[in-house]
């Protein structure tokens, strides 16, 4: 569909995970008519036609697609990395263009009704029960553990494991606010590894576009700290997964569009987490897919909107994309440093940040609070796996100081588990070992805490020996002694030059890199222009 334009797409969504959409559409002729809630979406600037337009106002959207078709005409309307796909369905429906039906893709983006669906077509999914609100105290019918979601988000927001009563009322609080019609499913924990797929469907033929491997850390939160494309499990498992999702597709009536499935693979087999109605967000369909595969699953997923058979799903080669993530401790980024050498890595195709020098930044309780995301391609697994994650911990957040969220987390517990988790998982042993350190800086932060009585002795630094002998790895992998050369390369200090004892430990197994160049920058007055000696206060 190259050449002279051809056609007109509404594309709801301006943001990162939309751009793939709005090039391929560029790229296939089409006027790009781009609608976002937001007026300085970031690729606002990139349509041909921008509007700003909340996305879950399907009359509003229904509205300027009639006046699209009036002025010129309007041949399809598609998402991808959005949860409003409801809102495509509603327009498309209105208006007579390609797609599902409206009552399909409520059922694909309410869990709800997802359940209910799946559960009609006795298809394996979890348990479950809907809540309007904090329930009284009582036996939850689906048993524990249990996850607590929104019925109608995306990202992991508000969604987290439970073990017990006071976990769960805490959770259906927090479950409630991300929900944009206060409920909250209460789920049936699914034990096992997850996978993403995507799939383009034209009148009900359904094109398998990836299957992923995911990587969950941090509960009991279900954070993605990436992904890696296509899987590495063996075929059978790989086979019945998509049988599965394929199954599950169709139970939800996606004949026409995209659709993204989170499964479960479980002891009892797969299990369908949720299936959407579009293409997925988290750099798989525009990015690490078509790095992997030469495939294009945008190009095929506007041709379906658009009424054609898709095209650009043909693989052309088989290599590995990886996805990883780099997260920050909680507190107000000062700097980022490391994002030339982390682009310069052999294999690294891009880099994204959503930590900014002057804004805050949490430790991530779900997928959209990360520092940002690297992503690799390489023609076999091992290399573009080792390079992703290489690339993650090659970026370094350096937050300000003094700062109150900065110091309680510091203070933080330093065994797991717990959450926030330590950086490092200490045995009793390095423990023991932590807490007979003498603390030996002159001026102690009011962080972290003596959780042991230690005599002040003298003003050398004092070494965590069994720690920095250890095996033991921080949340993006770095040991000890790598650890202490972030601290070393971050702040233009050497710690072993200071007077640090346990007070500094603390700090570093707590909080990482990150906990070891804030304690130094609380205790000298000048960090940056201490040399290897620092002055201190």
Request: glycine content about 12%; charged content about 25%.
């Given at each position: 569909?190259?050449?002279?334009?051809?056609?007109?797409?509404?594309?709801?969504?301006?943001?990162?995970?939309?751009?793939?959409?709005?090039?391929?559409?560029?790229?296939?002729?089409?006027?790009?008519?781009?609608?976002?809630?937001?007026?300085?979406?970031?690729?606002?600037?990139?349509?041909d036609?921008?509007?700003?337009?909340?996305?879950?106002?399907?009359h509003?959207?229904?509205?300027?697609?009639r006046?699209?078709?009036?002025?010129?005409?309007?041949?399809?309307?598609?998402?991808?990395?959005?949860?409003?796909?409801?809102?495509?369905?509603?327009?498309?429906?209105?208006?007579?263009?390609?797609?599902?039906?409206?009552?399909?893709?409520?059922?694909?983006?309410?869990?709800e009704?997802?359940?209910?669906?799946?559960?009609?077509?006795?298809?394996?999914?979890?348990?479950?029960?809907?809540?309007?609100e904090?329930?009284?105290?009582?036996?939850?019918?689906?048993?524990?553990p249990?996850?607590?979601?929104?019925?109608?988000?995306?990202?992991?927001?508000?969604?987290?494991?439970v073990?017990?009563?006071?976990?769960?009322?805490?959770?259906?609080?927090?479950?409630?606010?991300?929900?944009?019609?206060?409920?909250a499913?209460?789920?049936?924990?699914?034990?096992?590894?997850?996978?993403s797929?995507?799939?383009?469907?034209?009148r009900?033929?359904?094109?398998?576009?990836?299957?992923?491997?995911?990587?969950?850390?941090?509960?009991?939160?279900?954070?993605?700290?990436?992904?890696?494309?296509?899987?590495?499990?063996?075929r059978?498992?790989?086979?019945?997964?998509?049988?599965?999702?394929?199954?599950?597709?169709?139970?939800?009536?996606?004949?026409?569009?995209?659709?993204?499935?989170?499964?479960?693979?479980?002891?009892?087999?797969p299990?369908?987490?949720?299936?959407?109605?579009?293409?997925?967000?988290?750099?798989?369909s525009?990015?690490?897919?078509?790095?992997?595969?030469?495939?294009?699953?945008?190009?095929?997923?506007?041709?379906?909107?658009?009424?054609?058979?898709?095209?650009?799903?043909?693989?052309?080669?088989?290599?590995?994309?990886?996805?990883?993530?780099?997260?920050?401790?909680?507190?107000?980024?000062?700097s980022?440093?490391?994002?030339?050498?982390?682009?310069?890595?052999?294999?690294?195709?891009d880099?994204?940040?959503?930590?900014?020098?002057?804004?805050?930044?949490?430790?991530?309780?779900?997928?959209?609070?990360?520092?940002?995301?690297?992503?690799?391609?390489?023609?076999?697994?091992?290399?573009?796996?080792?390079?992703?994650?290489?690339?993650?911990?090659?970026?370094?957040?350096?937050?300000?100081?003094?700062?109150?969220?900065?110091?309680a987390?510091?203070?933080?517990?330093?065994?797991?588990?717990?959450?926030?988790?330590?950086?490092?998982?200490?045995s009793?042993?390095?423990?023991?070992?932590?807490?007979e350190?003498p603390?030996?800086?002159?001026?102690?932060?009011?962080?972290?805490?003596?959780?042991?009585?230690?005599?002040?002795?003298?003003?050398?630094?004092?070494?965590?020996?069994?720690?920095?002998?250890?095996?033991?790895?921080?949340?993006?992998?770095?040991?000890?002694?790598?650890?202490?050369?972030?601290?070393?390369?971050?702040?233009?200090?050497?710690?072993?030059?200071?007077?640090?004892?346990?007070?500094?430990?603390?700090?570093?197994?707590?909080?990482?890199?990150?906990g070891?160049?804030?304690?130094?920058?609380t205790?000298?007055?000048?960090?940056?222009?201490?040399?290897?000696?620092?002055e201190?206060?």
């Amino acid at each position: 569909m190259g050449g002279a334009k051809k056609g007109r797409i509404l594309i709801l969504g301006a943001g990162i995970m939309q751009g793939p959409a709005i090039r391929s559409a560029k790229d296939m002729g089409l006027e790009t008519v781009v609608i976002d809630g937001d007026p300085q979406a970031p690729l606002a600037a990139a349509a041909d036609r921008f509007e700003c337009i909340d996305l879950k106002d399907i009359h509003g959207i229904e509205a300027l697609a009639r006046t699209l078709m009036a002025e010129g005409g309007l041949d399809g309307v598609m998402t991808a990395g959005t949860d409003f796909s409801a809102s495509v369905a509603w327009t498309a429906e209105k208006t007579g263009l390609p797609g599902i039906s409206y009552e399909s893709a409520l059922d694909a983006s309410d869990k709800e009704r997802m359940r209910r669906r799946f559960a009609q077509a006795g298809l394996p999914s979890p348990a479950f029960t809907v809540l309007r609100e904090i329930p009284p105290a009582g036996d939850l019918s689906v048993g524990y553990p249990a996850v607590v979601k929104p019925v109608d988000n995306m990202g992991g927001r508000g969604c987290r494991r439970v073990d017990t009563f006071a976990e769960l009322r805490d959770a259906v609080e927090g479950a409630l606010r991300f929900s944009r019609s206060r409920r909250a499913i209460v789920e049936e924990y699914m034990e096992g590894p997850e996978f993403s797929v995507d799939a383009v469907i034209y009148r009900g033929d359904i094109r398998i576009c990836g299957l992923a491997d995911r990587h969950i850390r941090f509960p009991p939160y279900f954070i993605e700290m990436g992904h890696t494309m296509p899987t590495g499990i063996p075929r059978k498992d790989q086979d019945a997964i998509v049988a599965l999702f394929i199954r599950g597709v169709r139970a939800l009536g996606i004949d026409t569009g995209a659709a993204k499935g989170d499964i479960k693979l479980t002891k009892k087999g797969p299990m369908i987490g949720e299936i959407a109605a579009r293409l997925s967000g988290g750099y798989m369909s525009g990015w690490t897919y078509p790095y992997a595969s030469g495939a294009a699953p945008c190009r095929g997923a506007l041709c379906a909107a658009l009424g054609i058979p898709p095209e650009g799903l043909e693989p052309r080669r088989n290599w590995t994309s990886a996805e990883r993530a780099f997260i920050s401790i909680p507190g107000l980024v000062r700097s980022i440093e490391g994002i030339d050498g982390a682009r310069k890595i052999p294999g690294i195709k891009d880099v994204f940040f959503r930590a900014e020098p002057g804004r805050r930044i949490s430790f991530p309780e779900n997928n959209v609070s990360k520092g940002g995301n690297v992503i690799s391609a390489a023609p076999d697994r091992e290399t573009a796996v080792t390079a992703a994650e290489e690339a993650a911990r090659s970026i370094r957040i350096r937050l300000a100081a003094p700062d109150p969220q900065t110091e309680a987390f510091l203070r933080g517990p330093l065994k797991a588990p717990c959450f926030p988790p330590p950086a490092f998982a200490l045995s009793e042993k390095l423990l023991q070992e932590l807490m007979e350190l003498p603390e030996t800086a002159p001026r102690r932060p009011a962080f972290p805490a003596p959780q042991s009585p230690a005599p002040e002795t003298s003003r050398g630094f004092r070494p965590f020996r069994g720690f920095l002998h250890s095996n033991l790895q921080d949340y993006m992998g770095r040991n000890p002694r790598e650890t202490l050369d972030a601290v070393r390369e971050l702040t233009g200090v050497a710690p072993e030059t200071l007077p640090l004892g346990r007070g500094f430990w603390i700090a570093l197994v707590r909080g990482g890199y990150q906990g070891g160049a804030y304690y130094i920058d609380t205790v000298i007055k000048d960090p940056a222009a201490a040399g290897a000696g620092g002055e201190l206060p």
